[in-house]
């Protein structure tokens, strides 16, 4: 059985705290490291990588420290950072090739690996053509192929759906709940609805601290009664939206019905209505939202 473990991490950069305290425990299956830009996620994924050390605290792999385990832990692990690197020139079946050398395969392991990876992720027939030449998506999805060529057991992906469109996102999360079998998966974002239909566990950071945990249900049911829905005139939706976090509105002739997270009734008339992760997320994080758009309007 694997097991991954955080105990007491916290990580510096130049006296600030990115990373503080952090205890958790990790075994198979998918994980969702939910929280708002700058929460610490990525520092968290650099430092269970090995790229970072961490300033106090330990990350154990099935008891053993992984600083101590070296290339050991590294034949286990599979990466996709946030900014992924790629060699535009090369194709995508050559790309495969150098990383299946940097990582020490043989060659014969490393073609059938490549031939079968870009197979999975829906790229064999460019497998030839040039990377510069994908979308996006399909440069995300040959990230996927790479960072799984060691058949790793801890799959770590950082922000891996950032810039994709809506459809590119479901293929992706369609694709890591395939490969999350027998496997330690985590996946951070700031995108709900990444990790809303495929983690079986959601971590939520916020300013370098493990806020909460829990699966989808316990956190939105921690949500219960702070959700409401309520209509009112059309020309008072900007009072509203100055006064509560309003997640969404519908125009209705000359009314606006609003879907509003407050913990406490905004309005006689209005009625409580089943909390979504998303709600979670706004009501946690709206005071990080309205600082940066106040940083936006230069406030």
């Not at 809303?196 to 601290?209: C, H, R, S």
């Not at 209509?231 to 000359?254: G, I, M």
Request: with cysteine; aromatic share 8%; proline share 4%.
């Amino acid at each position: 059985m694997l097991e991954l473990t955080l105990r007491g991490v916290s990580k510096q950069f130049s006296g600030k705290l990115a990373v503080d305290k952090v205890t958790v425990q990790f075994t198979s299956g998918v994980y969702g490291l939910l929280g708002a830009n700058g929460a610490g996620k990525t520092t968290i994924m650099r430092m269970i990588c090995g790229i970072l050390n961490p300033s106090s605290g330990a990350i154990q792999m099935n008891g053993q420290e992984i600083i101590r385990m070296g290339e050991e832990y590294r034949d286990l692990l599979g990466y996709l950072p946030q900014d992924f690197g790629y060699y535009p020139d090369f194709s995508a079946e050559e790309f495969m090739w150098y990383v299946a050398a940097l990582k020490g395969l043989p060659i014969r392991t490393a073609k059938a690996r490549t031939k079968e990876l870009l197979r999975t992720v829906a790229l064999s027939e460019v497998s030839k053509k040039k990377i510069r030449t994908f979308s996006g998506g399909m440069r995300q999805r040959l990230g996927i192929a790479q960072a799984m060529l060691n058949e790793p057991k801890v799959l770590v992906l950082d922000e891996p759906t950032a810039g994709l469109d809506p459809k590119e996102r479901v293929r992706f999360r369609n694709l890591i709940a395939d490969l999350a079998r027998d496997k330690i998966v985590l996946l951070s974002t700031h995108i709900v609805s990444d990790v809303e239909y495929i983690a079986d566990q959601i971590l939520v950071m916020k300013k370098g601290g493990l806020m909460m945990s829990g699966t989808v249900g316990e956190l939105t049911a921690s949500m219960d009664g702070y959700v409401w829905r309520c209509s009112v005139p059309a020309k008072e939706v900007d009072q509203w939206n100055s006064r509560y976090c309003v997640s969404n509105l519908r125009h209705e002739a000359d009314r606006v019905e609003l879907r509003i997270v407050s913990s406490k009734q905004p309005a006689d008339e209005a009625q409580p209505v089943a909390p979504t992760l998303e709600d979670f997320y706004l009501y946690h994080f709206q005071d990080e939202q309205e600082d940066k758009l106040k940083k936006t309007k230069g406030v």
